[in-house]
């Protein structure tokens, strides 16, 4: 009987143990909003985002500049003008096609300069948010702003602003 009790004691100590975890939470957008360089950094890049932008919607548009005047002229034209004007429309189209994935592929232009320009940013915000958990013990820190499943959470457990001051803003 004696161990029974002791064996259940024991239990109950390591459960407790695994509910003890700390968790904390921070707003990522908060955070970024706060964040000077993030914001100039944004404005830089929507600049170069409305530009690359443009540069592929002229050369959209002369493509389909291209198509049109091939429809119009199409009753006049041989079978080989036919095929030559086609083909030069399919190679612009593919030029648009190629500069559009240049510029706003997964690994294109503005992907490389949005990590340039925020990935030290968001690199300074990851390690603030790490020192603070290892100094305080918290077993996890959630992003508040990506995690959609949170309903309530306690304005306590928030560090976003230990993370700003960390940080020196």
């Not at 958990?133 to 077993?139: D, K, P």
Request: glycine fraction near 4%; avoid cysteine; charged fraction near 30%.
């Amino acid at each position: 009987m004696k161990k029974l009790i002791l064996s259940l004691l024991l239990v109950l100590m390591g459960t407790s143990g695994a509910f003890a975890q700390k968790y904390a939470l921070i707003d990522m957008d908060y955070i970024l909003k706060q964040i000077p360089q993030y914001e100039m950094a944004n404005q830089q890049l929507d600049q170069i985002s409305k530009r690359w932008q443009q540069e592929v919607e002229a050369l959209a548009s002369e493509a389909e500049t291209m198509y049109k005047q091939y429809q119009a002229d199409m009753v006049f034209l041989t079978a080989d003008q036919k095929t030559a004007r086609e083909e030069a429309i399919v190679k612009k189209e593919k030029e648009v096609q190629d500069l559009r994935l240049k510029y706003f592929g997964p690994e294109g232009e503005l992907y490389k300069k949005r990590n340039a320009l925020v990935g030290q940013i968001q690199d300074d915000i990851y390690n603030a948010v790490k020192e603070i958990s290892e100094r305080q013990n918290y077993a996890m820190v959630i992003d508040r702003a990506s995690a959609e499943s949170i309903i309530f959470a306690s304005p306590k457990i928030d560090i976003s602003k230990e993370v700003l001051k960390k940080l020196g803003y």
